[in-house]
């Protein structure tokens, strides 16, 4: 009797003093048989978030490998059930909601859709957590509704103007684009055309941005509405740029909507654009006496135009070039540039561009405007145009600024023979002592060289085309648009320089893949895409995707991925 009293009494002051069995660190199983004691909770989240990252890790970050999969399957559905059960954990349930995030599990969706039905000053960071793991999921087709239907609600129920309000927001939205299902098109396209000061306008940018993520046609309503939407009294924040992203990425459905617009039918968007020239008037009148509807309405549906591509954009557009209106005649030659044009069509085309070249007003303005046509008339590839841009570099009467663009352009683009009639052009040329800008146009010698050793040669170029230099890329790319149409190996070496540091090299690419991938190319879409990824929120990215987007969905259309 002694003994077994002894005993018990041992065992009570054990369990009083906390000092039973628990499991071991590295025991996923019985870690997470912990979370359901308060004690021992905070403790088994970061065991668990230490198992599972060294996992992880030791199989290179392969979620889907059997040793992360046999984790997870562990502790998946006990980690959701502790965040479900504990509510009022707040502290351990964010740590849960890190972890959940780490694993991106779809079995983790209730505890995800819980922590979105966020509350004021209290769990606000829960619910960005949630939508921002979602974005990461591969979430299945037979859930996305209840998903949308709950980031829906959640979004309704932000109504301040919060740094809290604006970072739900920002990645609830994300969230439903992510989900790539069209059933969050009614969403987006309410918080893109919602004009309201409690909304900051950059949120309007992101919605109509995701919108174009799901590439629903039932969304271009909204975002020919988009086009011309700017913040609450503030006529220079606007969202034309990411409208029309989104327009193009929807593809050939846009195009007829677009075509309404140019002819300036689109009462929706006549209306809006008097409001936006209205507001433009309150604060700068001078600007304002030279802005029309049609010269607002066209410029925007002749870019979107141009980034589609189609051919049947082709005759609005010679139109629109024949304008009275400078801006509306520029703006729809350079679309001119990119449309799919017949082979006989293409002098109907060149015709225009130097109509509204010539045409073009004197002074600083004029200057900017044709330098702008120049280098867009440089991305045709066009042999017919190379002697109209030696014309401008020619021209001692010209402005000395159209001189130097042309001479480059025409260098970028020279073969031997004519990279020798630019030479002796060059060497003909005043020295700067003289009045002339010799050794201004000298500076281009080295890309005349370069076509002295490849001339037309496809192979040659492919090879400079890869440099690592940024001269002989870019002369690459350039010729490999005049040359190389069709062709796999010039195609693969631009797509391998889509990536450089060098911003030049990269439009170069892109601009001579856009030319020569007549058939589309995966290559270059998926490579878009991963830098998409990789540099987002960044300066290069930025300066590069107003570009890269539009050919993008171009190169995807060829391929037979239109919408």
């Not at 980031?151 to 129920?157: A, I, P, V």
Request: hydrophobic share 45%; net charge negative; glycine share 8%.
């Amino acid at each position: 009797m002694i003994v077994r009293h002894r005993g018990w009494a041992v065992a009570v002051l054990v369990a009083a003093l906390g000092l039973g069995c628990h499991a071991a660190k590295d025991d996923p199983e019985g870690q997470a048989g912990e979370l359901a004691d308060p004690v021992r909770r905070e403790n088994a989240i970061y065991n668990l978030h230490q198992i599972y990252a060294a996992t992880l890790a030791a199989n290179q970050g392969d979620r889907g490998s059997e040793a992360v999969t046999e984790v997870a399957d562990v502790i998946v559905g006990p980690l959701t059930e502790a965040y479900l059960n504990y509510p009022e954990d707040r502290i351990n349930g964010l740590a849960i909601l890190d972890l959940l995030a780490e694993m991106q599990d779809p079995r983790s969706m209730p505890a995800l859709l819980e922590a979105l039905n966020w509350r004021t000053e209290v769990s606000e960071d829960h619910a960005v957590r949630a939508a921002q793991t979602i974005q990461t999921i591969d979430v299945p087709a037979a859930e996305r509704g209840k998903v949308i239907q709950t980031l829906g609600r959640s979004l309704e129920r932000i109504t301040g103007a919060r740094p809290e309000d604006n970072k739900m927001r920002v990645s609830m939205i994300r969230a439903l684009g992510s989900l790539e299902d069209r059933g969050a098109t009614e969403i987006l396209t309410a918080i893109a055309t919602k004009q309201d000061e409690n909304q900051n306008f950059l949120i309007n940018r992101l919605a109509a941005q995701q919108l174009g993520e799901l590439r629903d046609p039932s969304a271009i309503p909204a975002l020919i509405k988009c086009l011309f939407l700017f913040a609450p009294n503030r006529p220079d924040l606007r969202m034309n740029d990411v409208a029309a992203e989104a327009l193009i990425l929807i593809g050939r459905p846009s195009l007829e909507p677009l075509l309404q617009v140019l002819a300036g039918k689109d009462g929706t968007a006549n209306a809006i654009a008097k409001h936006y020239i209205n507001a433009i008037k309150a604060r700068r009148p001078d600007l304002a006496t030279r802005m029309t509807v049609r010269q607002v309405t066209g410029g925007e549906a002749s870019f979107a135009l141009g980034a589609l591509g189609f051919s049947e954009a082709l005759e609005p557009l010679l139109q629109e070039a024949a304008s009275s209106d400078t801006a509306r005649k520029l703006n729809a030659a350079i679309a001119l540039v990119r449309v799919d044009v017949p082979q006989a069509q293409k002098e109907r085309v060149r015709a225009a561009l130097k109509k509204v070249y010539t045409s073009l007003p004197k002074g600083f303005e004029g200057v900017a405007m044709r330098g702008q046509l120049l280098a867009v008339i440089a991305h045709m590839y066009d042999a017919d145009m190379m002697p109209f841009i030696y014309e401008q570099a020619a021209d001692k009467r010209a402005n000395p600024e159209l001189r130097l663009i042309a001479v480059q352009n025409y260098a970028l683009l020279a073969n031997e023979a004519e990279a020798a009639k630019l030479a002796s052009l060059i060497a003909s040329e005043s020295r700067s002592q003289d009045g002339g800008y010799r050794e201004k146009f000298a500076e281009n010698q080295p890309l005349l060289d370069l076509a002295k050793e490849c001339d037309t040669s496809v192979d040659c170029w492919v090879s400079k085309a890869g440099s690592g230099e940024t001269a002989k890329a870019r002369k690459g790319s350039y010729m490999l648009g005049r040359y190389a149409e069709g062709n796999e190996k010039a195609i693969d070496a631009l797509v391998g320089q889509l990536g450089s540091e060098e911003l030049g090299v990269r439009l170069a690419a892109l601009m001579a893949t856009d030319q020569i991938a007549v058939k589309g190319s995966s290559a270059a879409v998926s490579k878009i895409d991963e830098l998409r990824t990789r540099e987002e929120g960044q300066s290069v990215w930025a300066r590069f995707r107003g570009e890269a987007l539009p050919i993008q969905a171009r190169l995807r259309s060829r391929g037979g991925d239109a919408t």
